[in-house]
Nanobody, 118 residues
């Protein structure tokens, strides 16, 4: 069963912006805080941003002030607005539940590739 479908990635120049979307299954979206994660080439997956059911948000140190996570509850969709993109942001971006044990998740969607290059 597909739980997350990420989209919106692409090639962007440094300093540019992209908006990622994640359509989540209704049962998961309504029950869990949601997060965005990324995996850069040769690196482990890392936490990017999270949003809880009260709308509280958290960000990884490297993206704080540049990225914004939000949700559309009517569409069961999580967004990641990425501004002032840098080459270090190049990675495959994934959404998933946001819990303390996210590193142990077995299921990940296909992700969406973000490449920042001049």
């Amino acid at each position: 069963q597909v739980q997350f479908v990420e989209s919106g990635g692409g090639l962007e120049r440094p300093g540019g912006s992209l908006r990622l979307s994640c359509a989540a299954s209704g049962s998961i979206f309504s029950s869990y805080a949601m997060g965005w994660y990324r995996r850069a080439p040769g690196k482990e997956r890392e936490f990017v941003a999270g949003i809880n059911k009260n709308g509280g948000t958290w960000y990884g140190n490297s993206v704080r002030g540049r990225f914004t996570i939000s949700t559309d509850n009517d569409k069961n969709t999580v967004y990641l607005q990425m501004n002032i993109l840098q080459p270090e942001d190049t990675a495959v971006y994934y959404c998933n539940k946001w819990t303390t044990n996210w590193r142990e998740f077995d299921y990940w969607g296909q992700g969406t590739q973000v490449t920042v290059s001049s």
